[in-house]
Each structure stands twice: as C-alpha cells, then as structure tokens.
C-alpha cells in the first residue's frame, strides 16, 4: 500500500518515510536483507529530499551508517541532526545510537536521558537499554525495554540484562527460539550445542555488515565454555567498527575470553576503535 501510495504521488513525504521505515524493519528483523536495505535508503533520501527537517528519514540512514561501520559519518551526520532539530526525542536517541556503536557509552547515556526527557516512553529509544547494560546500569535498562515490553526484541534484551545479572533461568525463559535454545547449552556448559547454535545465528546474519549482534552472540559464547570462538567473534565486531571498548572489559560475560592471552591484542583494537571515535566527537 505504501508502495502504490508514492506511485500515486511521488511527493508524498510521510508516506517516503514510512515506507523507508518499513524497508528497515523488512531488513532487520526479517529476511528482506541487503535488497530492502537498499529500498530503505532509496525511500529516506525520497522523503528527505521533499521535506529536509523530516527526522525518522534522517534516522535511518544515520543508523544504517553506523551499522555498516561509517561510524564517524554517522556521527557527524547525527550530530548535525541534533543541531537542526534540538527538540526532537528521535534525533538526541539517533546520537546516542552512533555513540553506543562507537563506545562512547556515558555521552550515549547522556544523550538518551535527553531523550527520555524531551519524550518519555518513546519507543524508537528502547535500544538505549544496550547502552545502560554496557555501563552496569541494569535497572535504568529496564526502565528502556518496558516501553516495548512483551515484544520478541525486549525479551531478548531483557534476557541479555538478566544473563548479566546471573539470573540465568529467568533469561532462558525469557527469550525464545535459536536465542533460547543458545542461553540453555551455555547455561549448561554445552560446548557442542553452543557451537552449534551459534553458528546457526551466525547464518542468519551473513548478510549483515552490523557487528554489534556478533557482539551479543559473543559473549554467549563466552559464557557457554568456548572463549576462543567468542575471542573471534569479538574480533570480528571490532573490525567491523563496533568499538566495544571500554564495555568489553566489564561485561560479565565477557571473562572467560579476557581470561585468554589473544584477548590484549583483540582489547587493543576495541581501544584504538574507541579513541579513533573519540578523536572524531572533539573536532
């Protein structure tokens, strides 16, 4: 319908930008993959090329920036987001969002607390529950998954918060399918089924550039008894510019493979990743 909308009319920018939208959930959270990202950015250019101050269309591209790794793009493009629109709830969370993917996990918090101010219970700033978990801020996590609560996406994060608070029954039957399946062999010390499932999700995501999920994936890993595969994995997501550092070096999950002497050269990338990003926030 949206599809038929813009044909209908082509200056038609709300509809650009739901379609866009809609790309970006097809890509994401179901199989549309590199196709509907493309159509996703085809729709948001559309939308912001008739209207400029639109800011979900700003949002997404922003996003997909910082997904596939052009994190210092991205951040410029958002901050000047936030210039243009100060009042916006979606563009201080798109801030924070570049931020979380770069490291910069306090001024991320910083910038999702102005958003939560501006409009609390936005939805579009669930995701700031990852940058709380990442400061050990577990309660102010909670506070950012109930505004989606119930959903297959705030089980799974909420289930994140729950593994790092050793509640470990609770996170499994918490999230569902592969993720589940993934938390019982590490719960159980399954090296085999963990291998397995990880792998499985890891196929899932082949088409993806974004490496905050090998990030997740990781230190399931980690915990389920094969470090050495999570050491990869988070390797993997530095190269891919998910900085990860400084909250690889707290997360709970995470101890095994820091325990191993490969990790200081992986911590040293997730560094070096941090202060390039750092280096781009003080110009």
Request: glycine share 6%; net charge neutral.
């Amino acid at each position: 319908m949206l599809q038929r909308a813009v044909t209908l009319d082509p200056k038609f920018a709300l509809a650009w930008e739901a379609l866009a939208q809609r790309e970006y959930f097809d890509s994401s959270f179901s199989n549309g993959g590199p196709s509907a990202l493309a159509r996703m950015q085809d729709a948001a250019k559309r939308a912001l090329a008739i209207d400029p101050d639109r800011v979900n269309p700003a949002l997404r591209l922003i996003s997909m920036n910082a997904e596939n790794g052009r994190i210092a793009d991205a951040y410029h493009d958002a901050v000047a987001l936030v210039r243009r629109r100060p009042d916006s709830a979606d563009a201080h969370f798109t801030l924070s969002y570049v931020m979380r993917y770069g490291g910069a996990l306090k001024e991320a918090a910083d910038e999702c607390n102005r958003a939560w101010a501006i409009d609390h219970g936005n939805r579009s700033a669930r995701s700031c529950a990852i940058v709380f978990m990442g400061l050990g801020d577990y309660d102010r996590a909670l506070e950012f998954t109930r505004v989606d609560g119930g959903t297959e996406w705030a089980n799974r994060i909420t289930g994140n918060i729950y593994l790092r608070q050793g509640k470990y029954q609770e996170a499994a039957d918490l999230v569902s399918g592969p993720r589940q399946a993934l938390i019982r062999a590490a719960v159980n010390h399954d090296r085999k089924e963990v291998d397995r499932v990880a792998d499985r999700l890891l196929a899932a995501n082949q088409s993806s550039s974004d490496g905050e999920p090998l990030y997740f994936i990781g230190n399931v890993v980690s915990l389920g008894g094969d470090p050495q595969k999570a050491l990869g994995l988070l390797r993997e997501a530095v190269r891919r510019n998910y900085c990860s550092y400084p909250a690889v070096e707290s997360d709970p999950l995470w101890a095994p493979a820091r325990a191993l002497p490969e990790y200081a050269e992986v911590r040293r990338s997730a560094q070096a990743c941090h202060e390039a990003f750092m280096k781009e926030m003080a110009k």
